[in-house]
Structure formats: structure tokens, C-alpha cells
């Protein structure tokens, strides 16, 4: 399902310059098994970098669309032609991506090298022939669109439109069989850090037309797609049923079958035409050991099948931001395929991954187990295809799957230098690029990344005899140990002390929220940092700290505390509950990070009673 | 037109990469797979490595009647771990030029079961129809621990005169690495073997009445160690290079054309570069025009260089080579190649009577060039070189950020020969001191009665430091916001504001100031942390590996300077809690020079800390544990913080 995704990038993409656009008009004929879309483009180009990206301009296409039309020429600032660019000198760019083939390419236009005062003028014209009666275009570019005409002509038919986010920007007027939208002065988009996808974040325009007005219409569109993939293969079976003799519970044979699809079949993408939507047959996945997320879940729902347990495909848009329209039925915005399998017969146990009686696994991801999903899967609305009954399912963020833990044991000398053991307990997904350096790095490597990890959240320190571990845990989990030294990390002298004890951080500097307007998209995580510190005996006790903050969206909390001979403990918490943060909750999300921030900055105090 | 057909030769010759599959043609039969490697699990010598190569032979056939002349690739694979599965999938390259044909593989089981590969299972991707260049993939079948896989192909190639570089080593370890060129009687061609760990291939001979077989086979082949700032991989692999001693004329036979350098150069020179500058009236005369009114002849060079550099835009080509074209349509097309751009400046130097050479030479990150192998392989870039009082000025139009008489760090220390006179000659092109390319920032900071830090700061590049941030940003605003986000990022927890950048491209240099103030939410009112390093502070060691396990030598991008100095006042009401505490330091490779300034009556600060780097390559030996121990100085020194406290 990963086309759907490209093909959304790349309609932003075709965005992603500067320069000013003088005027855009778009006509879009809506058939009944066709989208004709025309565009014209006058470019003017006002600064010297903008020939890098005007220089070349891309036209995306695939086995169902087709250019019919282009004509592209470089005009002087009155308006006379100055260079032609015929068809012939155009040059094809295939899909960008590490998948092994994408049926997906770029009609590149190569424009000579632009000067300021140059003007652009590209008129072209797509016919598509979409797999679902939709389309979607961007109405915000890169660039400053100063003048802006969307022209829809439909044939009658019931024509449904939406543009999101909602916004007053444009101005629209619906006649019967037409649509126009307008638009003055429409400011580039600007993607800052902790954006949300380019595509959901500004406004585009959705269409769609036909009988598929509801998700569960696009369910049932999706069944169908699938309706001619073989099934009740007897190879998959005996397979499904070698994986799972002797196991009893239906629990331990949806796992061990996931299992074996998430390790045995390794992921390889390859998306022809409408092979974008529709999984490769089971067999055929099983004889090659290779897919893509399609084919691992449709090969997993055959093998549950064959041990008579039943499944549905799942689409959703997969990635730090899964947001799409929900009132907008259609499958452009999903990118992903992952399984649901009813809670009860498979035995599901509290904490699974399980919404609305279905647990969902996702077998794409090479670790974990029934008990984990994945970040970019939770938190998100999904489609459960199930028929008449496909309908939207909200997966429910798991905070307690992503967790990072550091752990500091050791002593203070006299001079305040610090010895100590660190473990670093890294849970989720955060864990498995570096697992996967672990088995493909050398020793060396790994430990240089462990060493920079550590580096930066203890400035100075020194690790040596760093060893490491994966654990079999339920989610994809690493466990790292070293002994550390960190010069000075207590400073002063007898008559006043202070020592930093830093952590690991979650929340964005709170820089990132000013005059922001679009929302910020986190990944729920847990943290947590506990400095365990023997002090010398003469030396005065910590200052006991106890502060908190805590709102909807997670918490920061510090202690500091004494124990019994001369040991202090420090314990820092962060938590973010929740993925995507409107403009609406910056005041909280702004609240927690500054908390973290200053309790990072704070120094702690080593004070006896009678000082001052 | 015999010039032009050498050119087009050479043109040809450079092109060293493979080509386009239109229709590929599958290849029958396959050896049966020994015992030993069906039950190898593991490599002694490199036990975390997820595959093995068990063996890739390379075997070139150069055909008298050069459309039959190819490269066959058989490469077969052991997959030791779940990771080592990735190398399941491959990827072949290929061209108009490069066909790729005979494609055939398979994928043994761990128990013996094969699977060939589907010719469905091949795809094509077409990277460009006009220069028909195209990807081939394909991801085996039924790959899974255990597996070995298999394939071999064959790329047909029309000119057989060409250079080829063909390495024994990879990211993977090789048991068995072996490379066969056949070539008949009357190809001249220089073979070389380079292994820089020191290693000797076998080396065998075979001779036909036709053609002569030359054979280089090695095994147990290290991976090349992936170590941080290490020299290029084409410099680290053990490699054999088949160089061609003679080039093709069209239709009039060969030349000689890399029996020496001077033979090379003389060959370049006369058949392609004569005919570029033939066509140069015009760019004569604008080079006139452009001196017209400047009396030495440095301002005169001077004007002509920066003209080129800045009014013909560089196509980012490593030929040393030249199109089919001439300075003044290069001049006239506002564009050319490096070299290209070399020859029009050094025509255009000539018409204003100023003496100077071209230079071949290499960016230092693709490999070093072999004076004993006389070819074009390593030859990637031309510059002008004029020497007016003995001393040479190295001038680089291809590039923009270069001022007159500047070469980039990767421009530095190079081998370059110059092309001029009765005999090349080879020089190395000069090096920046550590004093030359400096980063300076200088900080004042006042901690007002409340407790907030706000201030101002400068920072001031030269030299590399600056190229490397000239012409950042396509204007002055969005460089300003640039800067500003730099800074931003090295002073946390601070806004930066009033930004303000000066550039100058011919200077070297780059000045940025600032002011900067604590964000209100960070203010904690009893209590004060400084960084006085901010913002050149080094966050963490880039040289973790221990002396003993260091194997390649360091390569840095250039020697340089790094100053901070912080000044910081602060209000009766306060007072210092903590002073930081600075060590100085000293090593073959560099040093820090640190000062620490407090006058508690005054409440103020003074601190300034230099890091100089002097060296810029350091071999992994006690060498390179100096430059390790100055690089932990420096980021301990960074890490202290002044911790001022409201007086209680």
C-alpha cells in the first residue's frame, strides 16, 4: 500500500520549491473512469536559488496515469518566449524509495540554467484512471501562489468534495455540475521540526465521486480488489499446521504464525500498477520468502485461516502521523496493511494491542510479539476490512511500549569525580535500529554509538568494558552496561556542593512552539533516569527535591532523596502520552517541556542542616 | 575530425560505468555447491558478519571487434544472520553503453533445495531515456539463514579500450576473489595490483595465439574497516587496474596514450584541448574587456577568474575531458564543466598576457593518485595554475565559494600535475595552516537581578570554516535564519535575535552577530548556569575506538582553530556558586590553550579557550591516542559550567 503514500509525496513535492507562482489554474474533468487534470503553471523566478529547484520539474505519473499533454518554455520578464522545451529532451525519474521496483515515475522537464527575471510557463495535462473513484490535489505549494483557480467539471454524478484543514483561505463556489475554487496570495507552506505529514498539515482538496461514499464502502472496494487471490492454498495450510502441532492455545499458534511471517519473509517492496493495493497470492509469498507489508499480512491471514482462526486485513496510515480525514471516505490517505484478529480467539491478554475486540499485529516488523505494535501503527484510526462491516477502529497509544531507561550506580571521590556502572534499557521501537546494528556493525562501531549516545547526556564522561544484550522480551528490548566516569560531576568545595544529574529527555524545546500553527507530532515515549550515588561520609547530604508536573499529556517529575549511608538518589520521569498535539494543547505540551528542561539544568544541592 | 573522433574516444573511455538491459538474455547451468561451504556457519575472522562472500569472480574478454567485448560477474553468497538476508536483494547497473545480458540465479536452502530466480521476479528501472541509463533488481527467492545464493551476468560493452578499476574487498568478507582479463595481442594495457595492507595476489599468465589471459586471485579478504574519518574506500581496497596504453582513433587505428604522464597530457592537449580553445575570439576579447583599467597583473588575473567563476556556472562533471564545444560557446552558454571552465579561464588569462598551466588533479575523498600507474582513472578535476613571482597561485573557477588563489580542504595537499611546458610536472597543491581557517566567538553575558542571562555574541569564520558556510543561503534574510537556528540549537534554552551575516566570498571570511537572551520559562531566579564554551562547545569525543582497535589512519577535514571567549558580569546580588576549572593540553596533533579570568569584586568573568588541530591525517598509532586524549580535553573543558547563585 505503499504507492498511495508516494503518490501523496510526490504530489507535495511538485511543491517543494521557492521562486513565485504567478498564477496556477487547475481544471480537473471528473468522468466516470477517468480524471482528466490540466494545469498551467506561470513561474516567475526572483532569486538565484531557484533555478536549483525550478530547474528541473517533475510530473508524476504510473501505469494509470499518462501524460497527454505538455508544453514547457522559458520566458523573458515581457513575456517572450526565450527557450522551448520540446518532449524528447524530457527525462524519466523513477519512484524515489528503497523499493525493489515501483511502477511509479517522474516525467522530468530539464530547464536551462534560470536567471532572475525569468519566467516559467508549464501547461500540461494528466488523464487517470484511479482504482477508487477519488483524487485529491495540494492547494498550497512551496512557493507563494499568487493567484490560484481550481475548475472541477463532473458529468453529473454525485461529486463529493472536502478541503482540509479547514480553512476560509479560498473562496468556493458549487454550481451543479461545477466547482470552482479560488485563491489570492496563498502563502508557501513551511514544514517545521515535529511536523505532521506535508500532506495532512495543509490545505488539499479531496474529490470523490461514484457509489463509495462511506468506509465501509471502501472496505467492501478493497474486498474486492482482493477477491481473485487464491486461498485455501495447501501448502500454506500444511505449513500453518507444521508451525503449529502441539500447541493448545489459540494464542501461542497466532504467534508462533506471526512469527514465522514477521522473521521468515523479509520485507521487498515491489508495486506495479494497482499491485500497489493487492497482495501477492499467499503461495507465491511463501515460495519466494519475500513481500511486501500487503503480502506479509495477507500471507499471516492465510495461515491463521488454516488453523481456523479468522482475520481481516487492516489498512491505515502508517508513520509518526497517521491523521486523515475521517469524514472523507476513501483509501488514498492509507499507506500501510496490518491484521486484526478477534481478541477472543486469540487470546489476547490485557496490555495487548487490542480496540473494539480486535487484537492487531502487524507482521511487517521483523521483532517483537502479539504483545507489541509498533509506534507508527498505534495512536491512529485504521480500517478494518471486513465487508459491510469494514469501519474505522482507533488503536490506542501504548506509552509503557516505548520506554527508555538509564540507570547510574557508582560513587563520588573526594574530588568529585564519578565512578560508576551505567545500564541503558532502550524498549520498542526506538530499540530496533539498534539491534539491527548490533548484528550487522562491528563491536567497534557498536560501542562508538553507545559512546555517543551516552556522551551526550553526560558531557565528559569516559565508558569502558561496554557490552550489551537483546532480551526476548515482548517488545524488541536492549539492554546496554558499561562502567562510566565522569570527571567533576560533583563540584565545589566544603561549603557548598552541587551536583547535575542529567536524563534522558523527551519533550521538544519549548523554542519549537513559538508562533507555531500547525501541530506537533511526538512519539509517546517513557523515560526514566535514576542516579544511585554513594558520597563520601563527611560530605552533607542532597538537598531533597520533589517537583512535579503533570498534565493530559504526560508528566516530569524529579526526586532527589537520602538514603542511609551517605547515598543519594536522583529519579527523573518523562512521559508523552500522545502523538499528536494541537495548537489548542501547546500551553500544555510548552508547560512539560519546560519542566524538563529546567529539571535538566537544575543543580542539585549538597547542603548540611546548619549551612546556610 | 580525427581529433574529434579522439575526443569522442575519450569521452567514451571515461565512461567507466555499466549498462542498459533492453532484453535480458538468461544464462543455463550451474557448478553443484562443495560440502564445505553447504555447512559453513560462520567466518573465524570476522564473526559478526551477517554474509560471506564465498567467491566473485570477474572476468573481462576484450573482443578484437569490440561490440563482442564483456564483463561476466559470478558472486555467490552464504547468509550467516537474519540481517545478512538484505544481500538477498541486488541491484545492477547498466547503460545504452553497458548491456547487461545472460542474468541467471538461484538460491540454495539450507538443505539443498534450489530455487531459481523467476524471470518475473527481474526489474527494470529506467533511471534516464536519454541517456538510457538503467537499474536492474531483483530479490531472490526463498532466502532465509542458511541460504547461499548465486548469480552471475554479463555486461557487453562496445569500446574496449577502457579503463577498469576492480577491487578486491567490500563490506563483506571474500573467501575467494578472482579477476581474469583477456585481451587480445594487440590492446596494450598497464595491469597493476594495489593492495595497501600489503597483500600479494597470485598472479598466472595465460597466452593464446589471439590474446593474452592475466589472472589475479586472492582469498580470506577482510572487509574494508567502516571507521569514523577514514580515507575513501577506493584508497582502502585492495584492487587491480587493467589501464589502456593506447586509445582508439575512429577509423585511423590507436595513439599511444598513457605509456607516461607526458604521453597522457601530450595526448589531451593535442587532440582535445587544441580544438576547445580553437573557437576562443570571443572570450579573447571579453577577457579584454574585463582588464581594461587594472594595472598588475594579480588584479588582472584576479578579474578574469572571478568573471569565470561567478558568470559561468558550473555542470558538476569529474571529466578531465572536455564536450563537444569550444570556450565561447561555453562562454556563450553562461556553463561548462570544471575543466571546461579551466580552459576558458586560461585562454582568457592568455589573451591578457599572463602565463599560466592547467593542473589535473583529484578531490582528496576519491582516492589518491598513483604516480606510478600513469591513466586517467584518478584524474577528476582541472585547475590553472599561474606562477607569477615563484610561488604558485592554484585558481579553482568551478567553484563558487573559492576565493582567488583558495582550494577547498578537499583540494588540499593533492597531487597535481601540471600540463605546461616540454614535461608535465607534479606538484602538490599547498595547504591552509590551523591559523588560516579559524571559527571565533566571542560572548558577553550579563545575569540580571532577576536572574535571566541576555547578551550578545559574534562569530567570525575565515578560511575553510567560511567556505564551508559561503553562500549558505540564497539571500542575506534566509541566511540571517540560518545563523539564527545554528545558534539557536547551541544555545538552548535562549532566544536569538537581530542576526545579523557579512560575507565576502573573495575575502574568506563571514562574520555573524547576535544577541541573545534567556527565554523567560528558563529563568530559574536563585540560580544561574553558564556554558562557556557555547557555542563551539564539543558535545562529545568523535574518536571512541581505543588505540588498539583503531585500524585506519584519521582523516580530518582540515587543520584549523577553534576560539571561544566568554565574558560575563553579574549584579551585586550574586554571586559565583561554582567556578568551572579549565585544563591546558599539548600533542603532536594539536592543542588547547585555555585562560580563566575571575575578579570577584568586580563580578566579573573573563574565559577564553583555544583548540588547535594541527594535523589533518594521523596515523592509527600512539599518534592518533594523542589526538583521542586532546579531543576528551576538549569536550571535559566544554562540558564545565559557571554556576553563579543569588546571595542568600
Redesign the interface.
Known amino acids: 500500500m505503499k504507492l498511495t503514500r508516494l503518490l501523496i509525496l510526490l504530489t507535495f513535492c511538485a511543491g517543494a520549491q521557492a521562486a513565485t507562482i504567478i498564477e496556477r489554474s487547475v481544471e480537473i474533468d471528473v468522468a466516470e473512469s477517468y480524471v482528466l487534470t490540466s494545469e498551467e503553471l506561470l513561474v516567475e523566478i526572483d532569486r538565484p536559488g531557484d533555478n536549483e529547484s525550478w530547474g528541473r520539474y517533475p510530473i508524476y505519473l504510473n501505469k494509470n496515469i499518462e501524460l497527454v499533454r505538455c508544453t514547457a518554455e522559458v520566458l523573458d520578464s515581457r513575456g517572450k518566449v526565450v527557450e522551448k522545451i520540446p518532449r524528447r529532451r524530457h527525462h524519466r525519474l523513477e519512484s524515489p524509495g528503497s523499493n525493489l521496483y515501483s511502477s511509479a515515475w517522474a516525467n522530468i522537464i530539464p530547464f536551462p540554467p534560470l536567471e532572475v527575471g525569468q519566467r516559467l510557463h508549464i501547461d500540461f495535462a494528466t488523464k487517470k484512471r484511479p482504482y477508487f473513484p477519488a483524487t485529491r490535489l495540494a492547494l498550497v505549494q512551496k512557493a507563494l501562489q499568487k493567484k490560484l483557480t481550481v475548475l472541477i467539471r463532473h458529468d453529473g454524478g454525485d461529486l463529493r468534495w472536502r478541503i482540509d484543514p479547514q480553512t476560509s483561505s479560498f473562496l468556493v463556489d458549487e454550481l451543479p455540475n461545477e466547482l470552482t475554487i479560488a485563491g489570492k496570495d496563498i502563502p508557501p507552506y513551511v514544514v517545521p521540526v515535529y511536523a505532521p505529514d506535508p500532506d495532512t498539515a495543509f490545505p488539499f482538496l479531496q474529490l470523490a465521486w461514484g457509489a463509495g461514499q462511506t468506509w465501509a464502502d471502501v472496505g467492501v472496494w478493497y474486498e474486492e480488489l482482493l477477491a481473485d487471490l487464491p486461498r485455501n492454498d495447501p501448502e500454506v495450510s500444511a505449513l500453518a499446521k507444521r508451525l503449529t502441532a502441539g500447541l493448545e492455545s489459540p494464542r501461542d499458534q497466532v504467534e508462533a504464525l506471526s512469527d514465522y511471517v514477521r522473521r521468515k519473509i523479509r520485507y521487498e517492496a515491489v508495486e506495479i500498477g494497482v499491485g500497489g493495493y493487492v497482495p501477492t497470492p499467499a503461495p507465491e509469498v511463501l515460495q519466494r520468502a519475500w513481500g511486501d507489508c500487503k503480502d506479509k499480512a495477507a500471507l499471516l491471514a492465510e495461515l491463521l485461516a488454516a488453523v481456523d482462526i479468522p482475520s481481516h486485513l487492516v489498512v491505515l496510515r502508517s508513520g509518526r502521523d497517521g491523521a486523515f480525514t475521517r469524514e472523507f471516505a476513501s483509501p488514498n490517505a492509507f499507506n500501510h496493511v496490518i491484521l486484526g484478529v478477534p481478541a477472543g480467539q486469540a487470546g489476547a491478554a490485557p496490555g495487548d494491542p487490542v480496540a473494539e475486540g480486535l487484537l492487531f499485529v502487524d507482521p511487517t516488523w521483523e521483532r517483537g510479539t502479539l504483545s507489541w505494535l509498533a509506534a507508527a501503527d498505534r495512536d491512529r484510526d485504521v480500517l478494518v476490512v471486513d465487508g459491510r462491516q469494514s469501519r474505522l477502529v482507533r488503536i490506542p497509544e501504548q506509552p509503557s511500549a516505548e520506554t527508555g531507561t538509564l540507570e547510574v550506580t557508582g560513587s563520588i571521590k573526594p574530588w568529585g569525580d564519578l565512578t560508576a556502572h551505567v545500564r541503558l534499557t532502550l524498549t520498542g521501537t526506538i530499540a530496533i535500529p539498534w539491534l539491527e546494528d548490533l548484528a550487522t556493525k562491528s563491536v567497534n562501531e557498536n560501542e562508538a554509538d553507545f559512546r555517543r549516545v551516552m556522551g551526550f547526556n553526560m558531557a565528559g564522561s569516559r565508558l569502558s568494558n561496554i557490552r550489551w544484550s537483546p532480551s526476548a522480551s515482548a517488545a524488541p528490548t536492549l539492554t546496554m552496561e558499561a562502567e562510566l566516569s565522569v570527571p567533576r560531576l560533583v563540584r565545589g568545595d566544603d561549603a557548598r556542593r552541587v551536583l547535575r544529574a542529567t536524563g534522558l529527555t523527551v519533550f521538544p524545546e519549548a523554542r519549537t512552539l513559538d508562533d507555531r500553527q500547525i501541530p506537533v507530532v511526538l512519539t509517546p515515549a517513557q523515560r526514566r533516569t535514576v542516579w544511585r550515588l554513594q558520597l563520601p561520609s563527611d560530605w552533607c547530604p542532597a538537598m531533597a527535591v520533589d517537583d512535579s508536573t503533570e498534565n493530559h499529556l504526560g508528566h516530569v517529575r524529579t526526586t532527589v532523596a537520602n538514603e542511609s549511608d551517605s547515598v543519594v538518589t536522583v529519579l527523573r520521569e518523562a512521559e508523552i502520552r500522545q502523538s499528536r498535539v494541537e495548537p489548542g494543547e501547546f500551553e500544555a505540551l510548552g508547560a512539560l517541556s519546560v519542566a524538563e528542561s529546567r529539571a535538566d539544568r537544575r543543580q542539585i544541592r549538597l547542603r548540611c542542616p546548619d549551612q546556610p | 575530425m580525427i581529433q574529434k573522433a579522439v575526443r569522442m574516444a575519450v569521452v567514451f573511455a571515461l565512461m567507466l560505468l555499466v549498462l542498459i538491459p533492453l532484453e535480458i538474455s538468461w544464462a543455463k547451468g550451474w557448478e553443484k555447491i562443495p560440502q564445505s561451504e553447504q555447512a559453513l556457519a560462520s567466518v573465524p575472522w570476522a564473526p559478526?558478519a551477517?554474509a560471506v562472500v564465498l567467491f566473485h569472480n570477474s572476468s573481462i574478454v576484450l573482443s578484437p571487434k569490440g561490440s563482442s567485448s564483456h564483463r561476466e560477474e559470478h558472486v555467490r553468497v552464504k547468509i550467516l544472520?537474519?540481517?545478512g538476508?538484505?544481500y538477498?536483494?541486488v541491484r545492477i547497473p547498466s547503460s545504452e553503453y553497458h548491456r547487461l545480458r545472460d542474468l541467471e540465479a538461484r538460491t540454495i536452502s539450507p538443505d539443498g533445495t534450489e530455487?531459481p530466480l523467476?524471470k518475473d521476479?527481474v526489474?527494470e528501472?529506467?533511471?534516464?531515456?536519454?541517456y538510457r541509463q538503467q537499474?536492474t533488481?531483483?530479490?531472490m527467492?526463498?532466502?532465509?539463514v542458511g541460504s547461499i545464493i548465486e548469480y552471475k551476468y554479463s555486461i557487453y560493452f562496445d569500446r574496449a579500450l577502457t579503463f577498469w578499476e576492480i577491487y578486491f574487498q567490500d563490506e563483506l568478507p571474500i573467501l575467494s576473489r578472482e579477476v581474469s582479463f583477456e585481451k587480445p595481442h594487440r590492446y596494450e594495457f598497464n595491469a597493476n595490483y594495489i593492495d595497501p595492507a600489503g597483500g600479494k595476489p597470485t598472479r598466472e599468465t595465460h597466452e593464446s595465439r589471439k590474446a593474452l589471459i592475466v589472472t589475479y586471485s586472492a582469498s580470506n579478504m577482510a572487509p574494508v574497516?567502516?571507521?569514523?574519518f577514514r580515507p575513501p574506500f577506493v584508497d582502502l581496497s585492495a584492487r587491480v587496474q587493467f589501464v589502456p596504453r593506447v586509445i582508439y582513433i575512429g577509423g585511423q587505428g590507436t595513439t599511444p596514450l598513457s605509456r607516461s604522464w607526458k604521453n597522457l597530457a601530450d595526448v589531451f592537449k593535442k587532440y582535445i584541448y587544441e580544438d576547445f580553445v580553437k573557437g576562443s575570439k570571443r572570450t579573447r576579447a571579453r577577457a579584454k574587456e574585463l582588464v581594461a583599467g587594472l594595472s598588475t597583473d594579480e588584479e588582472r588575473a584576479a578579474a578574469v577568474y572571478r568573471f569565470v567563476r561567478d558568470e559561468i556556472?558550473t555542470d558538476p562533471s569529474t571529466s578531465i575531458s572536455v564536450g563537444d564545444t569550444t570556450s565561447d560557446r561555453v562562454l556563450e552558454e553562461?556553463?561548462g564543466t570544471p575543466t571546461e571552465k579551466a580552459l576558458v579561464l586560461q585562454t582568457m588569462l592568455a589573451a591578457v598576457d599572463i602565463d599560466s598551466s592547467l593542473g589535473w588533479t583529484n578531490l582528496r575523498a576519491d582516492g589518491d593518485i598513483h604516480l606510478e600507474f600513469p591513466g586517467i582513472s584518478r584524474l577528476g578535476r582541472t585547475l590553472v595554475v599561474m606562477n607569477p613571482d615563484g610561488e604558485r597561485i592554484f585558481l579553482d573557477a568551478a567553484d563558487p565559494d573559492a576565493a582567488f588563489g583558495y582550494l577547498q580542504p578537499e583540494l588540499e595537499n593533492v597531487l597535481c600535475l601540471l600540463l605546461a611546458g616540454e614535461k608535465p610536472d607534479w606538484v602538490r597543491t599547498p595547504e591552509l595552516s590551523d591559523e588560516d581557517s579559524r571559527r571565533a566567538a566571542r560572548i558577553d553575558l550579563q545575569v540580571e537581578d532577576g536572574g535571566r542571562i541576555v547578551g550578545s555574541g559574534e562569530l567570525t569564520l575565515t578560511g575553510h570554516h567560511a567556505w564551508r558556510y559561503l553562500n549558505w543561503?540564497?539571500?542575506p534574510d534566509a541566511a540571517a535564519a540560518a545563523w539564527t537556528e545554528w545558534l539557536?540549537d547551541r544555545h538552548?534554552?535562549y532566544?536569538i535575535n537581530e542576526t545579523k551575516v557579512t560575507e565576502s566570498v573573495d575575502d574568506g571570511h563571514i562574520a555573524v552577530t547576535w544577541v541573545l537572551a534567556q527565554?523567560a520559562?528558563?529563568v530559574?531566579g536563585d540560580?544561574a548556569?553558564i556554558r562557556l564554551a557555547a557555542p563551539l562547545?564539543l558535545?562529545?569525543?568523535p574518536f571512541?575506538?581505543e588505540v588498539e582497535?583503531r585500524q585506519t589512519k584519521v582523516f580530518l577535514s582540515f587543520a584549523d582553530q577553534e576560539e571561544v571567549e566568554t565574558h560575563v558580569v553579574w549584579p551585586e546580588s550574586w554571586q559565583i556558586?561554582?567556578e568551572p576549572?579549565w585544563k591546558n593540553a599539548g600533542s603532536l596533533t594539536g592543542k588547547i590553550a585555555t585562560e580563566l579570568e575571575v575578579d570577584a569584586e568586580a563580578r566579573t568573568l573573563h574565559a577564553k579557550r583555544t583548540f588547535t588541530q594541527t594535523s589533518r591525517e594521523v596515523a592509527p598509532n600512539w599518534v592518533y591516542g594523542e589526538l583521542r586524549q586532546i579531543y576528551?580535553i576538549c569536550?571535559?573543558n566544554?562540558?564545565?559550567t559557571l554556576?553563579l547563585a543569588r546571595r542568600?
Not at chain 2, 125 to 130: D, E, F, G, N
Not at chain 2, 141 to 144: I, K, Q, R, T
Open positions: 559478526s551477517p544472520a537474519e540481517e538476508k538484505e538477498g536483494s530455487v523467476a521476479a526489474f528501472k529506467t533511471y534516464s531515456a536519454y537499474l533488481t531483483f530479490a527467492p526463498n532466502v532465509s574497516p567502516d571507521e569514523p556556472a553562461g556553463e543561503k540564497d539571500t539557536a538552548p534554552g532566544d527565554r520559562e528558563e530559574l540560580e548556569t562547545a558535545q562529545a569525543n571512541t575506538l582497535e556558586d561554582i576549572r576528551q569536550v571535559e566544554d562540558a564545565e554556576v542568600e
